[in-house]
């Protein structure tokens, strides 16, 4: 499959905790990264790897990975965090890059 | 410090061509490749592929061949977007962005191409 598939929104109360899940059977071979972008903004690194921290994103920020599901989690959600959240891999044949469609987060 | 910035919005008629740059700044550009993302009004991020910035050679993701072409000027440290016969349906802003997903990811500001007669 040549899919990375995200719920379209999720919703969390401010300083409580949500996970934000990407599915795909590339995820077996391959970490996924995590983009945060807000409007009129250039997409932001905000995890990659199996769960690493670009310098500049706070550590409420995480990642996880089982089987084909890598998830996102932000742990004590925050206004500013209000986005849209995209995860980022390869394919199966590690030759092509692969975006999901997207999870717009609102903090409530 | 790594900066990536693009040219500025266009405004084209259908079947035009237009072409983007991506002028790199604060590292060596042909240490790390550039891809090409587009994201149409509304919508989410679409990978259009890479350039290999050391050899030139590009890479298109499927639905991204024949009218869209990768290129590089390496004097300036530049990669260009160029999109040929452009239709309604590419208004789009396109980002550059080196190393997607990896510790050495930076974006440009992206560049808005509106396509409309």
């Known amino acids: 499959s040549s899919e990375l598939t995200q719920d379209p929104a999720v919703s969390v109360a401010l300083g409580q905790t949500v996970r934000i899940t990407c599915q795909g059977d590339s995820l077996r071979n391959y970490y996924a990264s995590w983009y945060q972008q807000k409007p009129g903004q250039a997409p932001v690194l905000v995890i990659y790897g199996k769960n690493n921290r670009p310098s500049g994103i706070p550590d409420r920020f995480s990642g996880s990975s089982s089987g084909n599901t890598d998830s996102l989690t932000i742990t004590g959600a925050q206004a500013e965090d209000e986005a849209d959240y995209y995860c980022n891999s390869r394919d199966s044949s590690g030759n092509q890059v692969l975006f999901g469609g997207g999870t717009k987060l609102t903090v409530l | 410090q790594v900066q990536l910035v693009q040219s500025g919005s266009e405004l084209k008629k259908p079947g035009a061509s237009v072409k983007v740059s991506c002028k790199a700044s604060g590292y060596t550009f042909t240490k790390f490749s550039m891809n090409w993302v587009r994201q149409a009004p509304g919508q989410g991020l679409e990978w259009m592929g890479w350039?290999?910035?050391?050899?030139?050679?590009?890479t298109y993701a499927q639905g991204f061949t024949g009218r869209f072409v990768f290129s590089l000027d390496t004097s300036v440290s530049t990669a260009y977007l160029q999109i040929n016969s452009l239709k309604a349906e590419d208004t789009a802003v396109y980002y550059c962005?080196?190393?997607?997903?990896?510790?050495?990811?930076?974006w440009g500001q992206g560049t808005l191409v509106t396509v409309s007669s």
């Open positions: 350039i290999n910035t050391n050899t030139g050679k590009p």
């Open positions: 962005a080196r190393e997607v997903g990896t510790p050495e990811d930076h």
